[in-house]
């Protein structure tokens, strides 16, 4: 299908041939109709794009910190190479777009296959052919709303949440400043509201339209006195509401608001606009100001986007706002005949952009796309990409398919594999088809496609690499044995007893070769230490110490059904390197935590204490409300007069006696590169995998028991009920 993307590294814009999406739970597939440019925002988007390195730096300096501070512990390489990887990526354009319900998702029982719909948000409601949709984020259309109307719902709804928040009366004085699609639509409804408009903004015709479509009164900002003319209409009172939609780099914007607002009003911002808030002013007169989220609440929640209800505790939602303008719209209260200036067909999308973004005039204001929605023969699910491939497995090359393209596939992972000279990239699948476009053409797959199971089906390919979420790891390692793939799964194996017992009998009734991504064991200074505690005959303590830093509570890695939590989704790395060291298994964990604060969780800011069966102990300090600038982790091994010390996986120092010997990197080398290259190595040489799958077994035994100890507050003995159904796999 054909979707409009722009490169944020090169700002360039165009019109690529992508897979459908893949269908997920608690939503639906939709073939677009039509889907509305919102000429402001997205100009602002294209402009960003178009920066240099140095410019996207200047403009978002919050971000510049974090890569700053991530120099400073993972080196500068490392820092450069995930700022540009993550800037390297295929963003789709377009968030609001109506069309015609083409399957429906598990769980959604509201839609139906041929439902007309208005859809909505960034990442979703894309300009493109056909779309995926959580279901909070669709709503049918009026039977009287045509297709091309109903794709204003999204732009529509941000300025009827923007005329909530003023809370007004009818009777009350609002003025609106920028005149744009947003701002003009906002004029209707507030003069259908009952309220006195008064509109402004640089374009005269668009004062002129403004004034046409019911505001009372209007001044051209730039040629007109502005505040006289405010004054005048509302007697010298002020507006009780002023809302910004214009987008502009100064503060003008919000002064004019100040300046012209009522004693006690109120100010509302959508608009892009600086927000130096004049103190003086607003101290004088107790404004009030507002940002709105979007179109409403609920519009960036992660959990309303896969939940099966609407978001509970508002009166007016995102959704119930979108159907509250279509509902303006069917009523004839809302008109948007006038303001649809200009419609493309999909294919002249690039070329519409490109004159939107050097328009000078303003004559932009509503521009729909179009879609042919007669001819699905480009709606596959697979294409071909532009890399050359073998018509079969080539005798010396390990054909390989990636399952998930997220931020450690395309920054680490891909990086260190594509130059492996055994391995053939063959396949990509990744649930949108943009990511799955841009990954395997960088990197130079044979295909895409957003249908996993294409790449388990599929006999030329011996080899599953995965790296999805981590709800998805177990099914997805369940059913790449079960078609005789070798596996490489990242962390977590498992996020519950029960996923790990699916795991071990696939392992068990398909033996093919399993490997997870624990890779600390593989660095080089992990390797050392171990070659110099060789000669230790007595159990080590070891003192893992993590500087993991803090991860947004709406972050899915916090989410139990997604991301398991910060205990099973990286303290196993630990467990894991502990298990190396000692070259023993864990028999008891104690944890203890600072508790669930508010701030952090019950699983953050955790202290770990293992014991191992050669009667080793570690200690595992998982630190989530340190700073993010210092060192991230540190390990100290003592045993046999011997301490040996790893420091962030960058310099390695050991000292017994009068013996010391030291080991250092530039750049860090916490065991990637070695980690892969023993994986493929392995499955080229057709031996065992390099650590034995009983290992992963008791890491993750003993992640999931840590997870009980903070909860009982006691030691839990990793012991035969809970080892019960793992003995063959997990015997010595």
Known sequence: MKQLVQNYKTGELKLIDVPIPHLQPSGVLVQNVNSVVSVGTEKLMLDFAKKSLLGKALARPDLTRQVINFAKTEGLLNAYRQATNRLDNLTPLGYSSAGIVMEVGEGVDDLKEGDRVSCARGGFASHAEVVFIPQNFCVKIPDNVNFENASFATVGAIALHSIRLCELNPGDQIAIIGLGLLGQIAVQIAKGAGYHVFGTDSDSKKVTLAQQLGADEGAVAGTDDVLSKAASFTKGNGFDAVVIFASAPSNEPLETAAEICRHNGKIVVPGMVKLDIPRETFYQKELSFIVPKGWGPGFDDPNCAVSEADYPHVRWTARQNMEQFLELVAEGQVKLEPLTTHSFGIDEAESAYKSITKDKSGQYIGVILGYNTQDTTDLTNKIELNAPQESSKPADKTNVGLIGAGAFATGTMLPIIKNIPSVNLKGIATATGTTGKHVGDKFRFGYCTTDYKELLQNPEIDTVLIATRHNLHARLVAESLAHGKN?????????????????????????????????????????RAKELLRGINEPLVINCRVNAGSIPKESWVHDRSEGGGRILGEVCHFIDLAQFLTGSLPIRVHAESLGDTGVYGLDENVIVTATFKDGSIASITYIANGDKSFPRERVEIFGGGAVCVIDNYKSLTFTSGSKRKKMHKFNKDSGHKSEFASFFSAIEKGKPMPVDFKEYIYTTLATLCIEESLLKGIPIEIKKEILQGFETASKD
């Open 487 to 527: 596996v490489f799964v990242e962390k977590p194996l498992a996020l519950s007893i029960e996923e790990l017992r699916e795991v071990v009998a696939a392992h068990e009734a398909n033996p093919g070769r399993l490997m997870v991504g624990f890779n600390r064991r593989f660095s080089p200074f992990s390797s």
